[in-house]
């Protein structure tokens, strides 16, 4: 959304796929999607990412053959440093990155390590697809098409089978 600060508190559904929706992270089977070893970096940079940023939870995610659909959340970074006594040091607040940096350092450092498995060809669509979520009941039904999308891969829009339609 034009204007708004991707660096606040709150919880974005974001989207993100591979250069031309080659599939390259494992495939669907029985609705059950079977990550290979470049879909099993790309699940770990993920939890690394929340490692990286103490200011973001990873609500929820999954790795498709071909794309990512993830909830992060964007934490208050307020951490207490200091006593009560010593209030220069109460509070300390570090600058938390805009959603795009964060994506960004996200594809960076699972490019880096597929191409060090010796995937040189792997890259990253550019930009990504995201949304504020705006309530409980939006964050559940996005939970819920999260954590169906295995199964229902075989009329997903970035199934490959199903782009030219």
Same mark, same amino acid.
């Given at each position: 959304?034009?204007?708004?600060?991707?660096?606040?508190? #709150?919880?974005?559904?974001?989207?993100?796929?591979?250069?031309?929706?080659?599939?390259?992270? #494992?495939?669907?089977?029985?609705?059950?999607?079977?990550?290979?070893?470049?879909?099993?970096?790309?699940?770990?940079?993920?939890?690394?990412?929340?490692?990286?940023?103490?200011?973001?939870?990873?609500?929820?995610?999954?790795?498709?053959?071909?794309?990512?659909?993830?909830?992060?959340?964007?934490?208050?970074?307020?951490?207490?440093?200091?006593?009560?006594?010593?209030?220069?040091?109460?509070?300390?607040?570090?600058?938390?990155?805009?959603?795009?940096?964060?994506?960004?350092?996200?594809?960076?450092?699972?490019?880096?390590?597929?191409?060090?498995? #010796?995937?040189?060809?792997?890259?990253?669509?550019?930009?990504?697809?995201?949304?504020?979520?705006?309530?409980?009941?939006?964050?559940?039904?996005?939970?819920?098409?999260?954590?169906?999308?295995?199964?229902?891969?075989?009329?997903?829009?970035?199934?490959?089978?199903?782009?030219?339609?």
């Amino acid at each position: 959304m034009v204007g708004y600060d991707y660096s606040q508190e #709150g919880m974005y559904f974001v989207t993100f796929c591979t250069k031309e929706r080659i599939e390259w992270f #494992g495939e669907v089977k029985n609705g059950e999607m079977l990550l290979n070893k470049y879909g099993e970096i790309t699940e770990q940079q993920l939890s690394w990412l929340a490692k990286q940023y103490k200011y973001i939870n990873i609500d929820c995610k999954i790795v498709m053959p071909n794309h990512v659909h993830t909830i992060l959340e964007i934490l208050p970074d307020v951490e207490i440093v200091g006593t009560g006594r010593d209030l220069s040091l109460r509070f300390q607040q570090s600058k938390i990155k805009p959603l795009p940096e964060l994506i960004g350092a996200l594809k960076t450092t699972s490019s880096k390590l597929i191409h060090r498995n #010796g995937f040189n060809d792997f890259a990253w669509q550019r930009s990504y697809w995201d949304r504020i979520i705006r309530d409980e009941a939006e964050l559940n039904r996005i939970r819920e098409y999260i954590f169906n999308n295995p199964q229902n891969w075989e009329q997903d829009r970035n199934n490959s089978e199903n782009i030219f339609m």
